[in-house]
């Protein structure tokens, strides 16, 4: 009777440690999921006119180099509004997709990176800066110092980014990181 109660125990155990198992592969599979794919979603409604073929509301932040800039300057060029923080693993996953973009791919499309960062979600300056020299980032990177152009721009999820056409009408919204084939077949949809 010992004999068997053992064996059923060590029964149960080995099946509580297949389904941890089983369920932790699972969750990791899921995670890897999310940060392997952003999405384009649906608008939600706003007074500022962020829904798809509506003018992107206009903003001027400074860069990390101290250059004001404003979405208006790039009209004639198709932009991609990127919102992120240093401590978003999705955002560290794009982020040298969206280099490389940048360096292969962007002046013959015609393309700009904004790069804004949600500096009041962030760690500090130190970390701002050590994470654009890690990914060695060239494009501008307006810095968000109060927030509002994140909230303006619905980005509650990060990274977000939008495809801004040449008018400076918004054509595409995407919440969740994009590697390098998305952004060219983003851009590519453009005018």
């Known amino acids: 009777m010992k004999k068997l109660l053992g064996l059923l125990l060590v029964g149960i155990l080995i099946t509580v440690l297949v ?4 369920k932790k592969n ?3 599979r899921q995670a890897t999921d999310r940060l392997n794919a952003g999405s384009v979603v649906e608008f939600l409604p706003t007074e500022e006119g962020l829904a798809e073929g509506e003018t992107a509301p206009d903003f001027e932040l400074t860069t990390l180099e ?4 404003r979405l208006s300057d790039y009209k ?3 932009v ?5 923080a240093t401590w978003c693993p999705p955002c560290r996953a794009e982020m040298p997709d969206m280099q490389a973009y940048y360096e292969q791919q962007a002046d013959k ?3 700009e990176i904004l790069a804004v960062n949600l500096t009041t979600a962030d760690k500090g300056m130190d970390k701002i800066n050590a994470f654009v020299d890690e990914f060695n980032l060239t494009f501008p990177i307006p810095m968000d110092t109060e927030g509002d152009i994140g909230e303006l721009y619905q ?3 990060i990274p977000t980014s939008y495809m801004i056409d040449t008018e400076g009408k918004v054509q595409q919204k995407i919440v969740g990181p994009m590697n390098e084939e998305m952004m060219e077949e983003f851009v590519a949809d453009m005018e």
């Not at 389904?19 to 089983?22: K, L, Q, R, S, T």
């Not at 101290?66 to 800039?69: F, K, N, P, Q």
């Not at 991609?80 to 992120?84: D, K």
């Open 19 to 22: 389904a941890g198992i089983v």
């Open 26 to 28: 699972v969750e990791e």
């Open 66 to 69: 101290g250059e004001a800039v």
């Open 76 to 78: 004639g060029k198709k």
């Open 80 to 84: 991609i509004l990127n919102f992120w």
């Open 109 to 111: 499309e015609n393309v």
């Open 155 to 157: 980005a509650a999820s």
